[in-house]
C-alpha cells in the first residue's frame, strides 16, 4: 500500500477530521503501533481510561476503531494511516495481536456468511408477484409521467421558470410512489437547473426528452435488446441483486482511481469514483451511498491503483460496476491517452448511439492545454480543438497552475460540450486536481 | 445547428400555437420524419417529443469541437528550485491550521532559502495573500514564475507580478501603494515622501490622510516643509492629520512654539529649606499674561479637566507631550537623571510626569526610557517598547508579577521571540486564565513562543485542581503549533 498523504486525506469525512487526523499523524499520540502483511494497528491514548484501539485492513482499506466517533473513518483511523505513510519506520512488524485477528476473522467471516446468504432458495412465486404489482404502479408513474410531460409542452416551457421547484418536487414524490426513483431523480434535475442562465430552454428540454426517451423505451421494451432494456429499467429506479451479480465473472486488472465526485442529499451521501483498468483501457464508474452515521462498503483514494476484479452492472454501455474481490497492489501502471477530442466524440458518438439517454463518463485525453476564450476557460488538444471547462468547475487555479500554460495528459469527466478535469499526469506522477 | 433552435421556439410557445414540419429537419432525418409526423396513433404534443428526441440524439452524435487557434502564453521556466518535500508538507499543514504568523514564518523561511512551492500550491497561497495583504511580498517571492503568470490572468492576484516599486506606486490598486508606501518609508523614508509629493495633487481627501498616516513611519526634520505647506489643504482631516505628524518632528514650527512657551513658563527657582540651613531646587509652573488665541488652536485646551491640575498646570501638561524630553536637558543645564529626580521631587513635577512619559513614548526617547524605568517609582507600562529587547526582558520579568496582563499586552507587540524565562511566566499566568489567554492568544501569538518551550509546558501546569485539565488540551493545542515551527525551521536548514 503506497498512499501519498493527498490520498489519505481524501479518505477523510470532512476537513476537521484531516485536522485532527494530522494532528494524530504523531508517533508520540500512539501508545503502540504495528504492521503486517495484512493490517496496520495502534493504541491512541484519547480521553478515555483506556487507549482506543485502531486497526486497518490495508488490503481493501477498511478501518475499525474502538473510539465514539460516528464518523468513519475516524481521526485515529486517518491519523494511523497518515503517520504509516509518513515513515513505515515507525511500525513495528510483527504478528497482529488477538484484537485484529480476531476483526480481520471476523471481515472475513461477514463474507462467507454473505456468500451463503446468496445461496438460500427464494420463493420465486412470491418474487413473480411482487415483480408485477411493482410493473403496475412504474407504468402507472409513467403514465402521469408522460401527461405531465406533454401538459409542459402543450403549454409551453416558457413559463417553466416562474414554477419554482414546488412543480418538480409534486412530479417526483409521485414517481417515488410509484417506485420509480431514477425517474424521480430525473425529474429533481429539472428544478436543479439555474433558470437565470443563458441557455436553460436547451438544458431543460435535453432532460425532458431524456425522460420521454426512458418512459417510451420502457413501453416498447419488449422490441428493445436486453441490455438496453436494462439501462432503461435502471434509469427508471428498478435495483439490481448485487448478490446476484457478484456470482457473475468480473475483470480482473489493475484500476487507477481517477477521481472521486461527492454529493449529498438528505443526508445520503453518494460517492461516485471513477476508474480506468491499466490493462483492459475499460473505464469503470463505482457508487457508493453513505447513510450519515453508517459505515462504507469501501475506501478508495483518487490516485491509488487497485488491483480488483470488477463486475459490471448489465448495460449495452457497461460503466457501473461493483468490486467482486479486491487485493493490495504496490503495482504503479501505465495508461493509454485518447489523441484528441475528435476521438472523444466519436467514442461519445457510438455511446448515444446505442443509449441516447446516458449519462457522463471519463476519458483520458492526451496533451490538453486551458486556455481562455469569450471570457471562458477551454480545453485545447493539440489540433486546436476546444471543449469548454463545467461552468461551475471550482479548481480551474489549481489546474492553470499545474499546467503553466503547457500542454499535459489529462482524465476528464463529462459529455457532449461540458468536462470537468479529474487529474493530470506530470513527471509520472497521478496528480488528482480538487 | 438552426433545426435545434426551431425545437427550442417551439417548445418555448407550446405546441398548441407552433408544430414543427417535415420541411424544416435536416435531409438526414427525412426518411424518419414521416414516420413520426403521420402516426395517427399519436398526439401532436408525442410528435414533436419524438421528433425531438431524434433531434437530440442528431445534435449528440454529429457534435464535434470547436477549432480555434486561441492560445496562452505559457509560463516562464523556474530561475529558483522548488522547496524540499518536508517543507512542502509542514506548509500544508500550516494552511490547514489557517494561522497567520506560522504562514509568515514559514514564507519567510522560504524566501531566505531563495526556494519556492510547488505550483499546485500556489493558488492557495495566492488567495491568501489577498486575504493577508501583508504577506503579499513573501508570497510573490515564493511562488516564483507561476505565480506571476497566474497574476497576469486573475487580476486580483497581479500582486505577485515583476513591477518595480516605483511603477506600483504609480499603477498600482490603492492598497498596492500604501502597502508598498509602507515598505519604502522603512527603508527610504525620503523617497516615500517625494513619492506622496509627486502624486499630492491627484489624491482625494481620504486617500491624503490615508497616505500621511503611512508617513507618520519613520517622520523626521526633512518631512517638516513638506507638511507645513499643507496648512492650506482644504480637507480639515488632511490638514489635522498633518498637524499630528508635525507635533512628532522635532523642530517643526508648532514644537518650537510649544518649547517656546515652556521655556517661558517651567522656571527653576531655588528655595530655602531645614530653617535657612539648606537649599532646594523647585519646578515653578505658571503661564505668561496674554497667551495668543490662536495658539489654543493648535489643540491645547484652555481650562483644566482635572481637578489635582489647575489651569495654567493643565496647559502646560498638554504642551509638555508634544515637546522632546531632549528639550529639558539643554533649558536647565541637566541630564535626564537630575531631571526625572527633580519632577519626582517636586509637588508641581510630579504633576506633569505623566505628560512627561507621553513625550517619552511619542518621540520615542529610548535614553530617557531607560533612565525613566530605572528610577521611577511608579510603573509606566507605555515606556517598555522604548526598551531593546535585553531591557525588555529584565523589565518585563522584574515587574511581572505585578502587572501580568500589561506586561503581556507589550510582550504581544515584540518581534523577537520571549526569552524562556518570561514565556514560562506568561503560560503560568495564562493557564491560570484560560478563558483571557485563550487558543486564539496562542495562535496569534505562537512566533513569539520559543520552540525550547515545549519541554516547559508542563512545568506550567497550574497547581489549582481546576485549571489543569484545561491547561492539558491547551498544553497540546501549544505543542501543535510550536511543531509546527520546529518542522519549519528544520525542513529549511537540512
Given at each position: 500500500m503506497n498512499l501519498t498523504e493527498d490520498q489519505i486525506l481524501t479518505l477523510a469525512p470532512d476537513e476537521s477530521s484531516k485536522k485532527s487526523g494530522k494532528d494524530l499523524a504523531n508517533p508520540s499520540k500512539w501508545v503502540s503501533r504495528g504492521a503486517s502483511e495484512n493490517a496496520l494497528w495502534g493504541e491512541c491514548q484519547g480521553s478515555g481510561s483506556k487507549p482506543y484501539q485502531t486497526q486497518i485492513d490495508t488490503a481493501n482499506i477498511a478501518f475499525k476503531c474502538s473510539c465514539p466517533s460516528r464518523k468513519f473513518p475516524c481521526k485515529h483511523g486517518l491519523g494511523l494511516l497518515l503517520l504509516y505513510a509518513r515513515d513505515k519506520k515507525n511500525f513495528t512488524v510483527s504478528a497482529e495481536p488477538a484484537w485484529v485477528t480476531d476483526w480481520l476473522a471476523k471481515r472475513t467471516e461477514k463474507q462467507e456468511k454473505q456468500a451463503e446468504k446468496k445461496s438460500k432458495p427464494v420463493d420465486e412465486a412470491a418474487q413473480a408477484k411482487r415483480q408485477q404489482s411493482r410493473q403496475a404502479k412504474v407504468s402507472e408513474g409513467i403514465d402521469e409521467l408522460s401527461s405531465w410531460l406533454k401538459d409542459i409542452i402543450r403549454n409551453g416551457i416558457i413559463s417553466i421558470p416562474e414554477k419554482g421547484a414546488v412543480f418538480f418536487e409534486n412530479m417526483s414524490r409521485r414517481l417515488i410512489d410509484a417506485q420509480s426513483p431514477g425517474l424521480a431523480g430525473m425529474v429533481n434535475s429539472l428544478a436543479e437547473i439555474n433558470y437565470y442562465t443563458e441557455g436553460w430552454p436547451t438544458r431543460f428540454m435535453d432532460q425532458v426528452l431524456k425522460i420521454y426517451m426512458v418512459i417510451e423505451g420502457y413501453r416498447n421494451s419488449a422490441d428493445l435488446e436486453e441490455s438496453l432494456q436494462q439501462d432503461i429499467k435502471t434509469r427508471i429506479?428498478?435495483?439490481?441483486n448485487q448478490d446476484e451479480l457478484k456470482e457473475q465473472p468480473g475483470i480482473m486488472d489493475t484500476w487507477l482511481i481517477l477521481g472521486k465526485q461527492v454529493t449529498e442529499t438528505d443526508n445520503v451521501t453518494t460517492e461516485k469514483f471513477w476508474l480506468y483498468g491499466t490493462s483492459t483501457d475499460q473505464y469503470a464508474l463505482l457508487l457508493q451511498f453513505i447513510i450519515r452515521g453508517q459505515g462504507v462498503q469501501f475506501n478508495l483514494t483518487p490516485g491509488m491503483f487497485v488491483q480488483a476484479e470488477l463486475v459490471f452492472f448489465p448495460?449495452?454501455?457497461?460503466l457501473r460496476a461493483l468490486i467482486k474481490r479486491q487485493v493490495a497492489t504496490d503495482e504503479v501502471s501505465h495508461f493509454k491517452t485518447l489523441d484528441n477530442w475528435q476521438s472523444v466524440a466519436e467514442i461519445e458518438t457510438r455511446l448515444n448511439s446505442v443509449v441516447p439517454f446516458r449519462t457522463e463518463r471519463a476519458f483520458i485525453v492526451r496533451q490538453l492545454t486551458p486556455v481562455q476564450y469569450n471570457q471562458q476557460w477551454w480545453l485545447k488538444d493539440m489540433e486546436n480543438n476546444i471543449v469548454p471547462l463545467k461552468t461551475d468547475y471550482r479548481h480551474t487555479w489549481k489546474l492553470l497552475a499545474l499546467s503553466g500554460g503547457q500542454p499535459i495528459d489529462m482524465a476528464v469527466v463529462g459529455m457532449e460540450d461540458q468536462f470537468e478535469p479529474l487529474g493530470i499526469w506530470q513527471d509520472n506522477a497521478y496528480k488528482i486536481i480538487q | 445547428m438552426e433545426i435545434w433552435n426551431t425545437i427550442i421556439n417551439t417548445a418555448l410557445m407550446g405546441t398548441d400555437k407552433k408544430q414543427i414540419s417535415a420541411s424544416e429537419l435536416p435531409a438526414a432525418l427525412g426518411e424518419y420524419a414521416p414516420l413520426i409526423l403521420e402516426n395517427p396513433a399519436k398526439d401532436k404534443e408525442d410528435k414533436f417529443l419524438q421528433l425531438s428526441a431524434l433531434l437530440l440524439n442528431y445534435r449528440l452524435c454529429g457534435s464535434k469541437p470547436p477549432r480555434k487557434e486561441t492560445s496562452l502564453a505559457p509560463a516562464e521556466a523556474e530561475q529558483k528550485s522548488y522547496c524540499n518535500e518536508g517543507g512542502l508538507e509542514v506548509l500544508k499543514d500550516i494552511l490547514i491550521e489557517d494561522n497567520f504568523h506560522l504562514l509568515n514564518f514559514w514564507l519567510k523561511h522560504c524566501t531566505e532559502k531563495q526556494v519556492i512551492v510547488m505550483p499546485e500550491l500556489v493558488p492557495v497561497l495566492l488567495a491568501k495573500a489577498t486575504e493577508h495583504k501583508k504577506l503579499q511580498y513573501l508570497v510573490a517571492d515564493c511562488c516564483g514564475k507561476r505565480g506571476e503568470w497566474l497574476g497576469k490572468l486573475n487580476t486580483a492576484w497581479n500582486?505577485?507580478?515583476?513591477?518595480?516599486g516605483e511603477e506600483l506606486w504609480q499603477t498600482g490598486s490603492f492598497e498596492q501603494r500604501k502597502e508598498i508606501l509602507r515598505q519604502t518609508r522603512s527603508i527610504d523614508p525620503a523617497k516615500a515622501r517625494e513619492w506622496v509629493q509627486q502624486t499630492w495633487s491627484q489624491e482625494d481627501a481620504a486617500s491624503k490622510t490615508a497616505l500621511l498616516e503611512i508617513l507618520a513611519d519613520n517622520s523626521s526634520s526633512t518631512d517638516i516643509p513638506f507638511l507645513e505647506s499643507l496648512d492650506t489643504e482644504k480637507g480639515k482631516k488632511v490638514k489635522d492629520m498633518a498637524n499630528q505628524l508635525l507635533k512628532q518632528i522635532p523642530g517643526s514650527a508648532i514644537i518650537r512654539l510649544y518649547e517656546k512657551l515652556l521655556s517661558e513658563s517651567v522656571q527653576l527657582k531655588k528655595e530655602k529649606a531645614l530653617l535657612g540651613m539648606m537649599s532646594k531646587t523647585t519646578l515653578h509652573c505658571k503661564l505668561p499674561e496674554n497667551i495668543d488665541d490662536a495658539f489654543y488652536k493648535t489643540g491645547i485646551d484652555k481650562l483644566s479637566n482635572k481637578k489635582e491640575l489647575s489651569d495654567d498646570e493643565y496647559v502646560i501638561s498638554q504642551v509638555l507631550e508634544f515637546v522632546p524630553p531632549v528639550f529639558w536637558e539643554n533649558r536647565f543645564q541637566l541630564n535626564p537623571e537630575q531631571i526625572i529626580d527633580l519632577f519626582q521631587k517636586d509637588a508641581n513635577g510630579k504633576k506633569l510626569i505623566p505628560a512627561l512619559v507621553r513625550a517619552i513614548t511619542r518621540f520615542k526617547d529610548a535614553r530617557w526610557a531607560i533612565r525613566f524605568m530605572e528610577q521611577s517609582q511608579v510603573f509606566y507600562i507605555d515606556i517598555i517598547p522604548l526598551l531593546n529587547d535585553q531591557q525588555q526582558e529584565q523589565f518585563s520579568n522584574k515587574l511581572f508579577d505585578r502587572y501580568p496582563d500589561d506586561i503581556i499586552q507589550y510582550a504581544t507587540r515584540r518581534k523577537s521571540e520571549w526569552s524562556i524565562e518570561l514565556a514560562i511566566k506568561i503560560l503560568r499566568h495564562a493557564a491560570k486564565n484560560p478563558y483571557q489567554y485563550n487558543r486564539a492568544f496562542f495562535s496569534q501569538h505562537i512566533h513569539l513562543l520559543p520552540v525550547h518551550m515545549v519541554g516547559e509546558l508542563e512545568r506550567?501546569?497550574?497547581?489549582?485542581e481546576h485549571f489543569r485539565s484545561g491547561w492539558s488540551n491547551m498544553s497540546d493545542y501549544i505543542m501543535k503549533l510550536t511543531s509546527l515551527k520546529i518542522q519549519t525551521i528544520k525542513a529549511f536548514t537540512t
Open positions: 429506479g428498478f435495483t439490481q448495460s449495452a454501455i457497461p | 500582486f505577485s507580478s515583476t513591477q518595480t506550567c501546569t497550574p497547581p489549582e
